[in-house]
């Protein structure tokens, strides 16, 4: 389906990371897996016990402040000498970029649009996890390191607007958080697509016999359950 009023106006596709190029499996075990286990070697803990210290820390800061973000931060704050690098290399095997996205994203670089990257993970994140994808990216945006924000908020993505110098209406962003990476954007005109990858049945066909089905019909016009979907949307 191709709305010609549309065609033309995109310039720049961007993407969020977790859940939408890469999978969740590296960051939780930098997080979940790295830490406590450097924490348990340093302190000579049993991992168990180390875990759990290291969780209660994490939830005493709460994914609402900036530190939260940081690893050098919790580096510092447990003591911990070992370099992010080494860290990121020790679980670099857990790094899963979904199937689809290099051919897409290689199709959406050679018709000619900008890609740039999204996210609300801190750059070093960011990077680590994209490196093979590196050359289909004009630009990097990290809500928590460029901007000091913790969420992508609609005032994050004006933002990202006027540093590419396009308007809003000229930018597609595709991500798996229903209100950080579609309700936000969409607030200022970017047209938003929400990724739900584990989408078995959508939520237009659940409710097509009652008057909330045509309201569910149009919203789901942008739910995609992979980015394959985007080469074949309105906007594309
Ligand atoms: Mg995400």
New binding site residues.
């Given amino acids: 389906m191709v709305r010609a009023q549309r065609v033309g106006e995109v310039q720049v596709f961007s993407f969020?990371?977790?859940?939408?190029l890469v999978g969740p499996g590296f960051a939780d075990s930098v997080w979940l897996r790295g830490i406590p286990a450097a924490y348990a070697e340093k302190e000579g803990l049993s991992f168990e016990a180390a875990f759990e210290h290291i969780k209660r820390e994490y939830d005493q800061i709460g994914e609402n402040r900036i530190e939260w973000y940081k690893i050098d931060y919790w580096l510092k704050r447990f003591g911990l000498e070992i370099p992010c690098e080494k860290l990121f290399n020790e679980y670099k095997g857990e790094i899963r970029i979904y199937e689809e996205v290099e051919g897409v994203l290689n199709v959406l670089k050679e018709e000619g649009y900008e890609l740039i990257i999204s996210s609300n993970a801190a750059t070093e994140f960011i990077e680590f996890q994209t490196k093979p994808l590196k050359k289909f990216f004009s630009r990097v945006f990290s809500a928590t390191s460029d901007f000091r924000e913790v969420k992508k908020s609609d005032d994050y993505y004006a933002r990202v607007c006027e540093l590419l110098g396009v308007k809003p209406q000229a930018v597609v962003h595709t991500?798996?958080?229903w209100v950080f990476?579609f309700l936000n954007p969409r607030k200022i005109g970017i047209n938003a697509y929400y990724l739900a990858r584990n989408r078995r049945r959508s939520r237009a066909d659940e409710k097509s016999t009652n008057s909330e089905g045509v309201k569910a019909k149009e919203e789901d016009e942008f739910v995609i359950s992979d980015l394959n979907e985007l080469l074949d949307s309105p906007v594309c």
């Avoid at 969020?16 to 939408?20: E, L």
């Fill in positions: 969020d990371v977790d859940g939408t991500g798996d958080h990476d």
